[in-house]
């Protein structure tokens, strides 16, 4: 293919900011060069590579601190008004590999409750940066609510079972769960950023380090996709976390929920983009029919015009949903109820169209598309996990209620 | 609903002894298969745990039912001539791909080829006499391969009705009274290493559509000038390898031919086509059984709202929906079982018919998009647990996404439906 | 494939019967309905077209179907107490709808109520014979309506296995030897002013859920008391008229209970749910064969591209999945109509079984779903021309939806299937 | 229902341009207190109040000349900058009658390509404006390429057969076609906007007014929705049209394909917002298991969703495509390839979702949906007829076999 994904998969210029495209050409240059230009190398040597790339990325172009104030290092993005130049810097990633978007998604918008105005929280920012910003990769794995156990009366956040709890002292707080299954790399986190309800069963957010004290992981979780990072089940036994290591401040889940579905919606959708060149090559070559050209055959190309669609379709979506953070304020911010919903709505849609261009694709591909060598399958994994951690339990359910509550003004579901 | 086994199936179908067959398998798959199939994906490559359970599935320390085709006269079961061939073969691919559609696939299409030569009134006896033994006398298993596509052009060699063989390029030339085969072959199940016996479609005469010039030859693995390829590494189906095999003048006795000109054309579209199809739909809805089973347990023993998720309307409309496809889906797998077992009754179709060939495609290809639509949709129901492993469901998920793509692939299934639908002529 | 009889078809359930009851109701429909269906719209209030229709088949001029149940003893054909009442059911919705599905539903809704007092082992002798003369010696066509649907409750009528008929607000007390009835409905297909007999899901104690006070009376729509609306204004179906109809104070002969206490809630979920299931998929697969009909005709005179429509493989793809839609409804409607006929066999569940329950609300749905997908489909095929009435497959389009909302609706239909997939003690 | 339909169907205020907000408001003005609020009445005497209320829209209020230059009267929206303003415009009739909308959409669409900077046409103006803008109602109706018919061999505009000819002379050119099926109302039509080939096969469009000598049109047809204006078939027997009448310009037929979808969008989702109020009104009454309110059971609370989920990713699509609209100078233009690819692909998803919209609701209703006194089932067939009529022939596939040939290249199609 010898085009740029941007000149198809087009939209409206001015819906990135104009400064913010040296970062996203920067990205999009370092992921091409160091990663889908050498697709092969980087299989073979999964593991070594993966880590040499991603530092990369996260120290020589500085993406590991996308999110922070400028004062603490960052580029100064910490306003929902670059949300579409998140999603866009995310969508550069997802290209290459989506592990490495995962685990930077899931660091950028744990701390983005902290980071971003008009909610800084110098504070816990003073504690946080200088142990999980160094020189080194620190990763950030987040427990969300999520399913419940049968017979388990939980504190909920929207129907969602929070699994944790927190007691809070004047000395500090105690966060309590068992066999918690984290979102991102459990067995690899640094830091766990826990939604857990107090006394009063509301829900806040406690940051807790991996090395506290009572802070298990269980074993190793072979798990579909993503498997640059392994997760693994937590408990908390009475561990004990400082005072300003505890977030109560109203809608902090709902924006780590927005964010979440803004970013790994940038991801799934690069790696779709990325399946969209790796099947251009492919259909340019084959045949079908004893001759005719697989592409000019109406019905590859419309399962090939399904792939450009779903994609096309789910990037427009995506950059309406970072517009409609951006202009969150007078709504109440990105946690407020509309966006709050918006966020959930559209992230789930995006999911749901990178997934289907991978599937569609793949049934034109045949076995191109199953074996490893072309690369495909790899990134209708990533996808698939991507989508299952963002489903929690019961599939879109969840989100259907709470897209039913905003729009009809439900009180019991 | 107590059991997954009361999904609808037409009570009138199904023959005592298969019944009775069924129940056997069942009680070995669950015993020996279900307690190792999560390590199966490690295995790939080595088959250190999935060639003893193959053993006790096809051998004759086990269930043997690698001999099943074969003629008693030679020391088989004799299904070459059952009336219930269709429904054995569903019944077979719905027990075992309930534990693992690979391990269904790599078991089955040793029994594929044979069907060319050991189904009345197509018996090729001299060569079901010479194979017999390889097949009836083993406590190992013995696998066959199919090797049909072909690098050029995807689909095209399983298109034959269209393009009559003519975009072959695997050559097979009468010397004497030995073929001599050259040509490269892609992703048959059961190479990598895996098959003793292959069956090879061939033409005669390059770039000719006249199926008098296709050829279909059997070749033994360890012919010389055979060469098979390292396994592919794969999706999932880590049962079931796959490589690459070249055939490099390879020399076999001239009857290796499964029959002679015009014939060789007939049996591939009567039995691989038809009985291919009907394999595939006993495999999903297979996995659809233990998607049931697997997801009845998950939703039963998970809250959301506090309630278990089966209890609350919505989530109950998704699984609703799963268990009512299955429901669909296993009917629908019966009655293309049946429409193979009709075609000696007077109401019945040739299996070669564009009837048979349309409506099987059509519906294997229904029951596989649903099967992949609702395997996706229970993953996601298990949310952060439907990656997890330990579910069963993502394995499934990744296997079956080959059952759709195999055989043609979808768009050939669509095609070769309407085709027979609406009397198309160019399709 | 040379016509839409092709459609697969368990052949082993079909009795030659059946067979044989199809081209006669075939060759009338054909000659007098289809003639005239286009016109059917405009006729939605007066009927004048579509009275004399509804003689010919129901009437004893014509076919005389609305005897069909009632035991030969009193003058009828004895369904009621044939194997094959389930298949004849299906066969005649199929056959009907597959010209209007409106007029399919009116004169199968003259046979529903019927079946709670004339099939075995349910026959009320009492009221076999003096409903009989009504319909066994008119030559005008006779209907009957099913008075469920209330202002209040949706489908919760409908939903007796959960709600046990506790929503139910019409009441029936016994005066001496009369019940007096008072209580709204809605919408009953043949109200309006067509219906000769009504039946009245009434409570004999508002309120309660204990099946023994639900009580189904039969009412002639001329008793004092009985009140009729105006048909109402629909979006098609318009050979069916619908309307609110009141009872105040009505009075019937005690003996006009159905059967009694107990036994008329049994009745209910044995013939109404079940068997309104499989006659609504009757009537779906006819329109969708009459869908494949018309639609042929356009992909293979029409063109894209300069070429039929039906020779570009990506419509092809399209008009494919449509007909191989129709192919996989047309199975499951006959396993469905099955379902019943197994009744009285060793392997066959009763009809009031949550499975027998569970599974053909789910068919009802799949065929539904996909009935609804399938025409609108069709319609986007014939383009510019798919929204022209004499195309007629947007009228289907229009007709069919108002089949996948009633009997409860599609969330309805969900529930009871779930109920009983997955065992949920609350939907 | 208390409150707007634009608090929940949310999306970034500066998506709208701020000046246009008055007209908008007007419009939606007139729809609700002419027509939402009287929906019984309007029922009952439908012919009557369908003009009376539709020649306040065009005149009093002047959405006749929206297309035109202010040098003709019109408003001075006549570039492609407009294109979201516009498409909230026509949201905002769809709400009270699609037809209304759909004659409307259809005389702008056919008229921006004359009208529209950069490519006025003012000799064409100065003829059509004075006849066709006049104090009563003018119609036209668009003629655009559709199916062909078994052997027999016709220009195609991308694979769409093109049913009409033009044959130019010095003196004028003359318009030949036979049976011709109108999108718009044939019967009703003062005029019509015929896409025809000329000599080269190269399609080229042909004003042509009704009264022109030669022009049939055949028996009134009954279609399934937009039930106010009546479509016939229409014959051209060597009819003569003046020389200023046929529009040469590369792209017109694209233009005029790029504004209907866009436009027809805002329709079908300015019903389906409709159907969402009257929807919302009815949940909220409704009793389900003996009691529950309807909207509060999950099942139901999901379907609820589905609608506004529907409509709200439609309408953020539809504003993504009118601001590539708006931006596609320096694309080449609104009849690009690359803004007609999106206009055809996001026109047929926006139908597609407002019909999804209401098929999901009306599955909730029950004969509530179905019954003419609900207004339900008018929206659905209403949205129904004009997604049949964007299609043309074939359902989505032209429009896959153009997304294809866009983003793979494709010269056979």
């Known amino acids: 293919m010898n085009k740029k994904p941007d000149d198809v998969f087009i939209y409206p210029k001015t819906w990135i900011n104009e400064d913010a495209r040296g970062f996203v050409a920067t990205v999009e240059d370092w992921a091409r060069k160091e990663i889908i230009s050498k697709r092969l190398e980087y299989h073979k040597e999964y593991k070594r590579l993966f880590a040499e790339k991603r530092k990369k990325l996260l120290f020589d172009i500085g993406l590991?601190?996308?999110?922070l104030p400028e004062k603490y290092g960052g580029f100064g993005w910490n306003t929902p008004g670059r949300a579409p130049d998140m999603f866009s810097v995310f969508l550069e990633i997802g290209k290459a590999d989506a592990t490495i978007g995962f685990m930077?998604?899931?660091?950028?918008?744990?701390?983005?409750?902290?980071?971003?105005?008009?909610?800084?929280?110098?504070?816990?920012?003073?504690?946080?940066?200088?142990?999980?910003?160094?020189?080194?990769?620190?990763?950030?794995?987040?427990?969300?609510?999520?399913?419940?156990?049968?017979?388990?009366?939980?504190?909920?956040?929207?129907?969602?079972?929070?699994?944790?709890?927190?007691?809070?002292?004047?000395?500090?707080?105690?966060?309590?769960?068992?066999?918690?299954?984290?979102?991102?790399?459990?067995?690899?986190?640094?830091?766990?950023?826990?939604?857990?309800?107090?006394?009063?069963?509301?829900?806040?957010?406690?940051?807790?380090?991996?090395?506290?004290?009572?802070?298990?992981?269980?074993?190793p979780i072979k798990e579909t996709g993503l498997n640059a990072c392994t997760n693994a089940d937590v408990s908390f036994e009475e561990v004990k976390v400082p005072k300003p290591y505890l977030v109560k401040r109203d809608n902090a889940v709902q924006e780590i929920y927005a964010w979440l579905n803004l970013l790994f919606g940038g991801i799934s959708l690069g790696a779709a983009i990325n399946f969209y060149e790796i099947l251009y090559d492919w259909a340019d070559t084959r045949t079908i029919k004893g001759g005719g050209r697989l592409k000019e055959n109406p019905l590859c190309a419309s399962v090939l015009a399904d792939v450009a669609e779903e994609i096309s379709s789910a990037r427009l979506l995506g950059l309406g949903l970072a517009h409609i953070m951006a202009q969150s304020g007078d709504k109440g911010g990105v946690g407020s109820p509309s966006v709050y919903t918006f966020a959930q709505m559209i992230g789930s849609s995006m999911q749901k169209g990178a997934l289907a261009a991978l599937n569609h694709g793949m049934e034109l591909m045949g076995s191109a598309g199953y074996a490893k060598e072309w690369h495909v399958e790899k990134h209708w994994r990533d996808i698939k996990t991507i989508q299952a951690y963002l489903a929690g339990v019961g599939s879109d359910i969840p989100v259907k209620m709470d897209i039913a509550r905003f729009f009809y003004d439900l009180k019991e579901v | 609903m107590n059991s997954f086994d009361e999904f609808s199936r037409p009570e009138e179908y199904v023959s005592p002894g298969i019944k009775h067959f069924r129940m056997v398998l069942r009680n070995l798959i669950e015993k020996e298969v279900m307690p190792l199939r999560r390590r199966f994906d490690e295995d790939w490559d080595e088959h250190k745990l999935i060639e003893p359970l193959f053993d006790r599935i096809m051998g004759n320390k086990g269930l043997g039912t690698q001999k099943s085709l074969f003629p008693e006269e030679v020391g088989g079961w004799g299904l070459g001539h059952s009336d219930h061939l269709g429904g054995f073969a569903y019944a077979m691919a719905e027990e075992v791909g309930r534990a693992d559609t690979g391990f269904a696939v790599a078991f089955l299409v040793t029994l594929w080829p044979l069907l060319t030569i050991l189904v009345e009134p197509h018996v090729n006896w001299r060569l079901a006499r010479e194979f017999a033994p390889m097949f009836c006398n083993s406590d190992k298993a013995v696998f066959a391969a199919m090797c049909m596509t072909e690098p050029q052009g995807g689909a095209d060699i399983e298109n034959l009705e269209l393009l009559k063989g003519k975009t072959i390029r695997t050559t097979a030339r009468l010397e004497g009274n030995e073929w001599v085969i050259n040509g490269h072959k892609l992703w048959p199940t059961n190479t990598g290493g895996v098959a003793d016996l292959m069956a090879v479609p061939c033409t005669t005469k390059p770039g000719s559509d006249n199926p008098d010039d296709y050829a279909l030859i059997f070749v033994p693995a360890d012919t010389k000038g055979v060469t098979q390829g390292r396994p592919y590494e794969k999706a999932g189906m880590a049962a079931d390898k796959n490589s690459d095999i070249w055939f490099e003048d390879v020399r076999v006795p001239s009857w290796y031919r499964a029959h002679g000109p015009g014939t060789d054309a007939k049996v591939f579209m009567k039995f691989i086509i038809p009985l291919g199809n009907v394999g595939s739909m006993g495999m999903l809805v297979g996995a659809m059984l233990n998607l049931y089973e697997r997801l009845y347990e998950f939703v039963s023993t998970r809250t959301y709202n506090n309630r278990p998720l089966k209890e609350n309307d919505a989530i109950a409309g998704l699984i609703g929906k799963i268990a009512g496809d299955i429901d669909v889906c296993r009917v629908i797998g019966h009655e293309a079982s049946m429409i193979i077992d009709r075609r000696n009754k007077p109401y019945g179709k040739p299996l070669d018919s564009p009837e048979v060939i349309g409506k099987t495609r059509n519906m294997k290809k229904f029951i596989a998009d649903t099967a992949v639509e609702d395997f996706g949709l229970a993953m996601d129901v298990l949310g952060v647990y439907g990656v997890d492993r330990d579910w069963?469901?993502?394995?499934?998920?990744?296997?079956?996404?080959?059952?759709?793509?195999?055989?043609?692939?979808?768009?050939?299934?669509?095609?070769?439906?309407?085709?027979?639908?609406?009397n198309c002529k160019t399709l």
């Open chain 1, 104 to 219: 930077a998604a899931i660091k950028s918008a744990c701390l983005a409750i902290i980071a971003m105005e008009p909610g800084i929280d110098e504070s816990l920012l003073d504690e946080l940066v200088p142990k999980y910003f160094s020189e080194e990769p620190k990763n950030v794995a987040v427990i969300l609510p999520g399913p419940g156990i049968l017979n388990v009366e939980t504190p909920l956040f929207m129907g969602r079972s929070i699994m944790a709890s927190v007691k809070s002292t004047k000395a500090g707080n105690t966060v309590v769960g068992k066999d918690l299954r984290p979102t991102g790399g459990g067995a690899d986190a640094d830091l766990f950023c826990v939604v857990c309800a107090d006394k009063a069963k509301k829900p806040c957010i406690a940051f807790v380090p991996s090395d506290a004290k009572g802070l298990k992981k269980g074993k």
């Open chain 2, 392 to 422: 069963d469901i993502e394995k499934h998920w990744r296997d079956i996404k080959m059952i759709q793509l195999w055989m043609g692939g979808k768009q050939l299934c669509q095609m070769e439906a309407t085709r027979y639908f609406y």
């Open chain 1, 64 to 67: 590991d601190k996308i999110i």
